[in-house]
């Protein structure tokens, strides 16, 4: 079982923090096509960054951040990573770094073709526009890295979970889609220790399905859409939520965006 011992901020700074010269990299440039595609697959009102691990600042902040938080755009911009700490309720912020920590580390262990078909998310909670603590779904691009084995840039984007239920304490999700395998990390006694759970294995047509209900569709629109009966969309959303162990298809969505990161084409 693997284990992740506690890391303070101090320790997590000198981890991340890349002490030689930038180059001006536009990291926005390389992130546009993910922020691009954040639209199709949103389940909920979203906002997003991009840091720059030379500064420990962000480079770039989505223009509705200040809808989102009680902090402006600027605000955003010229603060450093303790501000960015002091969003989150206090009981979450060793287990973000962590979390954070761990994700970092495990995408540096792994080759670049293999990286590609990982993907993390983080649920925790977070102040909202009126200083009010709610739970959001942090998920993450893949990290810019480079010939150095040093992570210089991420792209997270933070979905408002207020109003859908989900479980009441942080939680960590890698989805492995070389393998079709999730699994959950908890923070417990200063350890994120793995839940064990059984593949998530989706059909095409299933795939196809999820997407649209991305997209706002409901069964006769996915019907017309994909040239199948009304009969047949119910019966492939009852046996996916029998694959989720959800009940509605609110329920579903949140489970699969959490643990699938939206990722749902192919």
């Known amino acids: 079982m693997e284990k992740l011992n506690y890391i303070d901020s101090d320790a997590f700074i000198r981890f991340f923090k890349i002490e030689e010269e930038w180059d001006g ?27 720059n691990n030379y500064n420990l600042k962000l480079d770039r902040v989505s223009d509705n951040i200040d809808d989102f938080t009680p ?22 912020r060793v287990f973000v770094r962590s979390a954070i920590h761990f994700m970092a580390t495990t995408y540096l262990s792994m080759d670049a073709v293999y990286r590609e078909g990982i993907r993390f998310s983080i649920q925790v909670r977070m102040l909202n526009k009126a200083g009010v603590y709610r739970w959001v779904l942090m998920q993450f691009a893949q990290p810019v890295i480079n010939g150095k084995q040093q992570i210089e840039s991420f792209l997270t984007i933070f979905y408002d979970l207020h109003g859908m239920q989900i479980r009441d304490t942080p939680l960590l999700s890698m989805m492995d889609h070389n393998v079709s395998k999730v699994t959950h990390y908890i923070y417990t006694k200063q350890q994120i220790q793995p839940m064990q759970t059984s593949p998530l294995i989706l059909t095409r047509r299933e795939k196809e399905i999820m997407t649209l209900i991305f997209k706002g569709y409901n069964t006769p629109q996915i019907a017309k859409a994909l040239f199948i009966s009304y009969h047949t969309v119910e019966n492939h959303k009852r046996n996916l939520r029998q694959k989720t162990n959800t009940k509605t298809t609110g329920e579903l969505v ?11 084409e192919g």
């Open 71 to 92: 902090y402006t755009k600027k605000d955003w911009l010229k603060q450093d990573f303790y501000f960015f700490e002091e969003l989150y309720y206090a009981d979450d």
């Open 25 to 51: 990299i536009d990291y926005y440039k390389l992130f546009a096509k993910d922020i691009d595609r954040i639209k199709d697959f949103a389940i909920a009102p979203y906002f997003w960054h991009i840091s």
């Open 254 to 264: 949140a489970f699969t965006m959490t643990h699938l990161g939206g990722d749902l």
